[in-house]
């Protein structure tokens, strides 16, 4: 890949022309997600980064989020979790917003999935859309057709097995032909995650060579969806952001792995590396 992604920026520009993006993730135990794509997009040029999650647990992000990352508590369940009363905060913040990521960390709470899915329905936001915000989307995808908005998912094969409904031993020898149906059919871009990562949109596929083996370890996909995000809050078009943001994202694990190691790499390893990862690809 050889395009150039970050444009020189020019001397009198400011935060708000990187794009604001507004993280909803987080529950009680899975912190630590909603952290690691919050950092991911700050650390991939993203001007603004806003993380709402539950209330309770903003003590908690805030002693391990980056110091530039503002922090949105949001009414919670009893559980700990986004409640379905989040809605009216959310959707007037997110006007603000130039770009929603939805999943990482939210768990499967009843009121939480109700949540998502009408954010999904009907914020008018482009999204990108990971974890259990996918999950949500199992049996109702005809929710993706309600809201014309640009839309990125980026299932794991297990979590495709769930929307597509087939097998995911399937899907794993059928990985570009289901992609592309699955992203004409809900007009969506699909990033369909594993080794050499597919993208998919209706009329274009792109394989990609990066990563590694070590970046199966718990965390890569949710810095995975702070980098796309941050590209499309940069002004990307969605097939360029998704695209490069699987690029950037395996590049910046190959750098951790020459010095880590496979074995010893984590997800935080792939955040440090970002910076380097730009440079080469820029």
Not at 106 to 126: E, Y
Not at 164 to 191: H, M, P, W
Not at 241 to 260: R, T
Request: aromatic share 6%; proline share 5%.
């Amino acid at each position: 890949m050889t395009n150039r992604v970050f444009p020189r920026r020019k001397p009198d520009t400011h935060k708000g022309d990187y794009g604001h993006i507004f993280i909803l993730a987080g529950s009680l135990g899975f912190s630590g997600a909603a952290i690691l794509c919050a950092n991911s997009a700050m650390r991939s040029g993203a001007g603004l980064v806003t993380l709402g999650l539950p209330e309770s647990l903003c003590d908690i992000a805030a002693k391990r989020v980056f110091l530039e990352v503002m922090l949105k508590p949001l009414p919670q369940t009893r559980e700990k979790a986004l409640s379905l009363s989040a809605y009216p905060k959310i959707s007037e913040f997110a006007k603000n917003a130039d770009v929603l990521a939805l999943g990482p960390g939210l768990s499967r709470n009843p009121q939480t999935q109700k949540l998502i899915r009408r954010i999904i329905s009907t914020i008018p936001k482009p999204m990108v859309i990971d974890a259990d915000a996918l999950n949500v989307l199992a049996g109702h995808l005809g929710i993706l057709k309600l809201n014309p908005n640009l839309k990125i998912l980026t299932p794991h094969p297990g979590e495709f097995s769930r929307l597509a409904g087939q097998s995911t031993a399937y899907i794993q020898k059928n990985r570009e032909t289901l992609a592309k149906r699955f992203a004409c059919d809900y007009n969506i871009i699909l990033v369909l995650k594993g080794h050499h990562t597919v993208v998919a949109s209706a009329d274009k596929v792109y394989v990609n060579k990066t990563g590694n083996p070590g970046m199966a370890t718990a965390g890569s996909g949710d810095v995975l969806t702070g980098i796309i995000s941050a590209l499309l809050g940069q002004g990307l078009d969605g097939w360029t952001a998704a695209k490069s943001g699987v690029y950037l994202h395996g590049l910046a694990g190959d750098i951790a792995a020459k010095e880590k190691t496979q074995a010893a790499l984590i997800a935080s390893d792939i955040i440090e590396n970002i910076p380097v990862a730009i440079k080469k690809y820029c």
